[in-house]
């Protein structure tokens, strides 16, 4: 075959500038063979034709494309988080962040601990026409009071918010319990302490080993201080009882697991303003918290906060007693006292804080009349405001005997404990039980007792047991059914 010109025309050229030029000139030859394919073969690319960059220079081209895509991905991230920020904080209720004024710094903070995968998840939930009421809980383990809690402990961000907050060890992550007992007395000279004093196991005497056991496994023991702590003061003028221990008599209380008290009663007032400051300051230095009564009313007034898997709960209690008579005296801007709820005004304003910053608000209060097992139209609507104001649980007391059980607007309640260990006579008694499950349901039960000899022991008879449970049947109100387990539920 015959070769065309321009061929050999290259071959001419590509030989003699080798001759010329030598070894030496290799890249001049390059430029030149380019300049002639350019010429004689149009249809050759340049990039064909050019020289290959060195092995570094490749390395350093990769390396820049993959940062220029690792940069590009990450700010497509953080794009990202800002738009779920946006949409948490665009979104959000008053109600669905607990009142708390949630902001991109709490949500800094959120996603370092929980992970962007949180941020993420929230602001689906968000976003959604009916996102979950408990969606901080699902995703973390801890309710928005919970992680509110946290976040002002670790980012000094309102430090009030930790005020009387205690945090708990509950001996299951499945459920949490709490108890509560009527009314215990330990003053000088009563029935009760003259028995405890003269028996040779003290107050172990008093109370059945199983019943301790009982209090004690409680992750939450609320007890009803119906006395004062004091040496000094005088006794009421007028008042047909009036009860005070010496103040080292508190530490029988450590005996039943006590974690809180209530005194807001009628026998806390009964040797005057000083007795009771003095009942205070020494609950306070035995290290034992306690609501309804206060050296002023912002104090009787504050909730007790108790943090327990996750979850928080608020303690609230007032006195209803006394409705005739103005022996204990209501606490006052400037004067200490109890927290009253005759007019249920105040009390319904404490509890609808204590909800604005819990997961459940748990009253306790002083009502009815003494020795009548049928609970009061008057109890009916207190409890009626009370469950409107948020209360989640209502546990009654101060009649001297029990009372049966209700639910108030969904709310579930037991009108009164009556004496758990307060006089010399047989009585039926018992414990009000709440359990709250892992996924947050509450619910009210009773742990019959016996107070017998001036001592308080747990039922563990069967046929007894369930006699109890038939008379606080009989005094429930219509549509309650208290089953065999004590638990009680709306037929």
Same mark, same amino acid.
């Given at each position: 075959?015959?070769? *065309?010109?321009?061929?050999?025309?290259?071959?001419? $050229? $590509?030989?003699?500038? %080798?001759?010329?030029?030598?070894?030496?000139?290799?890249?001049?030859?390059?430029?030149?063979?380019?300049?002639?394919?350019?010429?004689?073969?149009?249809?050759?690319?340049?990039?064909e %034709?050019? $020289?290959?960059?060195?092995?570094?220079?490749?390395?350093?081209?990769?390396?820049?494309?993959?940062?220029?895509?690792?940069?590009?991905?990450?700010?497509?991230?953080?794009?990202?988080?800002?738009?779920?920020?946006?949409?948490?904080?665009?979104?959000?209720?008053?109600?669905?962040?607990?009142?708390?004024?949630?902001?991109?710094?709490?949500?800094?903070?959120?996603?370092?601990?929980?992970?962007?995968?949180?941020?993420?998840?929230?602001?689906?939930?968000?976003?959604?026409?009916?996102?979950?009421?408990?969606?901080?809980?699902?995703? &973390?383990?801890?309710?928005?009071?919970v992680?509110?809690?946290?976040?002002?402990?670790?980012?000094?961000?309102?430090?009030? !918010?930790?005020?009387?907050?205690?945090?708990?060890?509950c001996?299951?992550?499945?459920?949490?319990?709490?108890?509560?007992?009527?009314?215990?007395?330990?003053?000088? @000279?009563?029935?009760?302490?003259?028995?405890?004093?003269?028996?040779?196991?003290?107050?172990?005497?008093?109370?059945?080993?199983?019943?301790?056991?009982?209090?004690?496994?409680?992750?939450?023991?609320?007890?009803?201080?119906?006395?004062?702590?004091?040496t000094?003061?005088k006794?009421?003028?007028?008042?047909?009882?009036?009860?005070?221990?010496?103040?080292?008599?508190?530490?029988?209380?450590? $005996?039943?697991?006590?974690?809180?008290?209530? +005194?807001?009663?009628?026998?806390?007032?009964?040797?005057g303003?000083?007795?009771?400051?003095?009942?205070?300051?020494?609950?306070?230095?035995? =290290?034992? #918290?306690?609501?309804?009564?206060?050296?002023?009313?912002?104090?009787?007034? *504050?909730?007790?906060?108790?943090? !327990?898997? =996750?979850?928080?709960?608020?303690?609230?209690?007032? %006195?209803?007693?006394?409705?005739?008579?103005?022996?204990?005296?209501?606490?006052?801007?400037?004067? #200490?006292?109890?927290?009253?709820?005759?007019?249920?005004?105040?009390?319904?304003?404490?509890?609808?804080?204590?909800?604005?910053?819990?997961?459940?608000?748990?009253?306790?209060?002083?009502?009815?009349?003494?020795?009548?097992?049928?609970? @009061?139209?008057?109890?009916?609507?207190?409890a009626?405001?009370?469950?409107?104001?948020?209360?989640?649980?209502?546990?009654?007391?101060?009649?001297?005997?029990?009372?049966?059980?209700?639910?108030?607007? @969904? +709310?579930?309640?037991?009108?009164?404990?009556?004496?758990?260990?307060?006089?010399?006579? &047989?009585?039926?008694t018992?414990l009000?039980?709440?359990?709250?499950?892992?996924?947050? *349901?509450?619910?009210?039960?009773?742990?019959?007792?016996i107070?017998?000899?001036?001592?308080?022991?747990? +039922?563990?008879?069967?046929?007894?047991?369930?006699?109890?449970?038939?008379?606080?049947?009989?005094?429930?109100?219509?549509?309650?059914?208290?089953?065999?387990?004590?638990?009680?539920?709306? =037929?």
């Open positions: 075959m015959k070769k *065309k010109p321009y061929t050999a025309c290259f071959l001419f $050229v $590509v030989c003699l500038f %080798t001759f010329l030029c030598g070894c030496n000139g290799q890249r001049d030859l390059a430029e030149a063979v380019a300049n002639i394919r350019a010429k004689t073969r149009p249809e050759l690319t340049v990039q %034709t050019e $020289v290959p960059e060195s092995r570094e220079e490749q390395k350093e081209d990769i390396q820049e494309q993959e940062s220029f895509v690792s940069a590009s991905r990450d700010a497509g991230s953080i794009e990202e988080m800002d738009e779920a920020y946006q949409v948490i904080l665009q979104n959000c209720t008053s109600e669905s962040i607990g009142y708390y004024p949630v902001d991109e710094a709490f949500l800094n903070w959120l996603g370092g601990e929980y992970g962007d995968e949180c941020i993420l998840k929230l602001a689906e939930e968000m976003s959604s026409n009916t996102p979950k009421k408990d969606i901080w809980y699902e995703l &973390t383990g801890n309710s928005i009071h992680l509110w809690l946290v976040y002002c402990s670790q980012s000094g961000f309102g430090q009030d !918010c930790t005020e009387n907050v205690e945090w708990k060890v001996s299951s992550m499945s459920e949490i319990t709490l108890e509560f007992t009527g009314d215990v007395n330990f003053s000088e @000279g009563y029935v009760t302490t003259k028995h405890m004093d003269k028996s040779p196991g003290g107050i172990y005497d008093c109370f059945s080993p199983e019943l301790l056991e009982e209090m004690n496994a409680a992750d939450i023991m609320m007890v009803n201080n119906e006395f004062t702590y004091s000094r003061g006794a009421i003028p007028g008042k047909a009882y009036t009860f005070r221990a010496d103040p080292s008599r508190v530490e029988n209380l450590k $005996v039943f697991g006590t974690d809180i008290v209530n +005194v807001a009663n009628n026998h806390v007032y009964d040797y303003p000083e007795a009771l400051l003095d009942t205070l300051e020494t609950l306070d230095r035995a =290290g034992i #918290p306690h609501v309804g009564a206060g050296e002023n009313l912002k104090e009787a007034s *504050k909730p007790y906060y108790f943090v !327990c898997n =996750g979850r928080k709960i608020a303690i609230v209690s007032a %006195t209803q007693i006394e409705r005739s008579y103005n022996y204990t005296k209501e606490a006052t801007e400037t004067s #200490p006292g109890v927290l009253k709820s005759l007019d249920p005004s105040k009390f319904v304003e404490v509890i609808k804080e204590a909800r604005k910053n819990s997961d459940y608000v748990i009253v306790n209060i002083h009502w009815g009349t003494e020795g009548d097992s049928n609970f @009061g139209r008057d109890q009916k609507n207190l009626v405001s009370f469950a409107r104001a948020g209360a989640d649980v209502i546990i009654g007391g101060h009649t001297h005997c029990l009372q049966g059980f209700d639910f108030v607007e @969904g +709310v579930p309640v037991i009108y009164s404990l009556g004496n758990f260990w307060f006089s010399g006579s &047989t009585q039926d018992g009000a039980k709440v359990t709250i499950d892992e996924s947050g *349901k509450l619910t009210l039960g009773f742990v019959p007792c107070q017998k000899n001036t001592k308080t022991s747990l +039922v563990r008879d069967e046929a007894e047991r369930q006699k109890i449970l038939d008379f606080m049947q009989k005094h429930s109100a219509p549509g309650v059914v208290v089953n065999p387990d004590g638990t009680i539920s709306q =037929g």
